[in-house]
């Protein structure tokens, strides 16, 4: 099932939280920034363990202070016009994701609006690599563990992106 929720991820009482973050994890500005300061000093010296993320991929850590046992970090592609496989790497962020939630065996997910902050994706463009890949892969999964998709939208234009494509 796919929610879409708005407001601030870090308050959702759900197994994992995917931070949009960036190749080094060690922190940064928007979601990523919200989600460090909300779980507190001990997620930044677990991150600085994992040494770093590729682009498309997606590592775990505990929750520390947020409602959210896990977090999920991914880097989602920088927009650079369209043409250098950047669909393919934010479809391949939420793919990557679900597989680290399923291991860790969450029932309940909620995403950001990967790569549309600082990294520049269009907004609807990213709405519907969003959906897609989400339901491709439950169509792949008949059988998750995952019960729970949150969509989170944190400002209106997303909200309805989202509402239109599902
Ligand atoms: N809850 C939910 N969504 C949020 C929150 C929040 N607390 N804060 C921001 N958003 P961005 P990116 C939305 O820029 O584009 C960081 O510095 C925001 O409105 O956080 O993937 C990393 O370290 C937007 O729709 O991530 C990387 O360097 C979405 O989250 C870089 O930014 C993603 O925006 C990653 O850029």
């Known amino acids: ?7 601030d991820i870090t308050k959702l009482c759900v197994d994992a939280i995917v931070n949009a973050a960036n190749h080094s994890l060690l922190g940064g500005g928007g979601v990523d920034g919200a989600i460090h300061r909300a779980a507190g000093p001990e997620l930044l010296t677990e ?10 991929d997606a590592k775990v850590t ?9 977090v999920i970090h991914t880097v989602g592609p920088v927009w650079g ?7 393919d790497k934010l479809a391949c962020c939420y793919r990557r994701c679900l597989e680290e939630a399923e291991k860790k065996g969450c029932q309940s997910v909620a995403f950001p609006a990967i790569s549309t902050g600082v990294y520049g994706y269009p907004k609807d463009k990213a709405a519907a690599v969003a959906v897609s890949a989400v339901k491709k892969y439950f169509r792949n999964e008949p059988h998750s563990c995952i019960e729970k998709v949150m969509l989170v939208c944190f400002d209106e234009r997303t909200r ?3 509402e239109e494509l599902l």
């Open 1 to 7: 099932m796919i929610q879409i929720v708005t407001g």
């Open 47 to 56: 991150c600085r363990t994992l040494h770093g993320c590729d682009t498309g």
């Open 62 to 70: 505990a929750g520390y202070r947020l409602p959210a046992k896990y």
């Open 81 to 87: 016009g369209g043409s250098c496989g950047e669909e």
């Open 160 to 162: 309805d992106l989202y």
